[in-house]
């Protein structure tokens, strides 16, 4: 059998989309990245309980790479599908993405 492994991946988004169906993991819980709601469990909530957006991304709070695989391990265990995107280069797209529509105003 042959061993797999996590590694990051570069892809390009679509930042609005990813915002409206994000979670935000903070170890063993979520918070909807939509409407902000806590307390989510992102290995059963596919959906958020107070607005409803179904979640495909999730982002993590915490910063070592052992604890991104620890929740990547999890949402495989659960078979759950969401892909796991590096907290702080999505902060910065938000910011060029923020950054390109101030100056679509102009
Ligand atoms: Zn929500």
């Keep these: 059998m042959s061993e797999k492994r996590f590694v990051r991946i570069w892809t ?8 409206k169906h994000l979670i935000y993991i903070e170890d063993l819980y979520g918070s909807c990245g939509n409407c902000k709601k806590l307390g ?10 107070a607005c409803g957006t179904t979640f495909k991304y999730a982002a993590t709070t915490l910063k ?14 659960a078979g759950v599908q969401l892909t796991l995107i590096e907290r702080e280069d999505f902060t910065k ?14």
């Design 64 to 77: 070592s790479p052992a604890d991104s695989i620890k929740i990547l391990n999890r949402i495989k265990s």
């Design 12 to 19: 390009e988004i679509n930042v609005e989309e990813v915002e």
């Design 40 to 49: 989510l469990n992102y290995l059963k909530d596919i959906k958020c309980p």
């Design 93 to 106: 797209a938000q910011a060029k993405d923020a950054l390109g529509s101030l100056f679509k105003k102009e």
